[in-house]
């Protein structure tokens, strides 16, 4: 039985291994490639808003009455318009998109500011503000360039998010390999 659970976990570490080079590869496409890149999360996005809309609707009438059922009705409608918004419309959908991310670097980085003043006497808290900083600038850096950021900001973005994703998944499962190799189980009688 512990010769079954050594290979099932040696296997799916590898699947996790394959998945996180795949993520890898991706991200460095969507490195070169921001603004194809933006647009194909843009149309992600579109078909989750829609899918989202539809769940939001079929569950509106399965929790509350009345007003609630309405109020989660037009919000799932809502929903439907915007992703069937940025489907029809990608370019503009990204523009859009790009202007949402500034906004939420710019709330991010003051947030972070601010958590920086409450957590001043902290050891290590000098981070949070340097992370606040950079989130300003970076917020800065896109919200001043729009319109013209929005052709590698959300691409570029997101292509680090996944290399690092990707990074992160192929060492755990390397560690999670090694670890197996390196536990004695016990033998089965």
Not at 19 to 24: A, P, V
Not at 34 to 39: I, K, V
Not at 93 to 107: E, H, M, N, R
Request: aromatic share 10%; net charge positive.
């Amino acid at each position: 039985m512990a010769e079954t659970m050594v290979g099932s976990i040696k296997r799916a570490s590898g699947w996790s291994i394959a998945l996180g080079i795949i993520m890898i590869i991706a991200g460095i496409i969507a490195i070169f490639a921001p603004w194809e890149a933006g647009l194909v999360i843009t149309l992600v996005v579109g078909w989750s808003a829609i899918f989202n809309g539809a769940a939001q609707i079929v569950f509106a009438f399965r929790t509350h009455g009345g007003l609630h059922i309405a109020l989660e009705v037009i919000l799932g409608i809502i929903y439907i318009i915007a992703g069937i918004f940025l489907l029809m419309h990608p370019r503009s959908g990204l523009l859009a998109l790009t202007l949402v991310l500034a906004s939420l670097f710019l709330i991010e980085g003051l947030l972070d500011v601010v958590l920086y003043f409450n957590l001043r006497p902290a050891r290590g808290a000098g981070w949070v503000l340097f992370d606040g900083l950079v989130t300003l600038l970076l917020a800065g850096f896109i919200g001043f360039h729009w319109p013209s950021s929005s052709a590698w900001a959300i691409g570029t973005l997101v292509g680090v998010s996944m290399i690092m994703s990707g990074v992160a998944r192929v060492m755990m499962s390397l560690g999670i390999r090694k670890l197996t190799q390196t536990t004695s189980l016990p033998k089965a009688a």
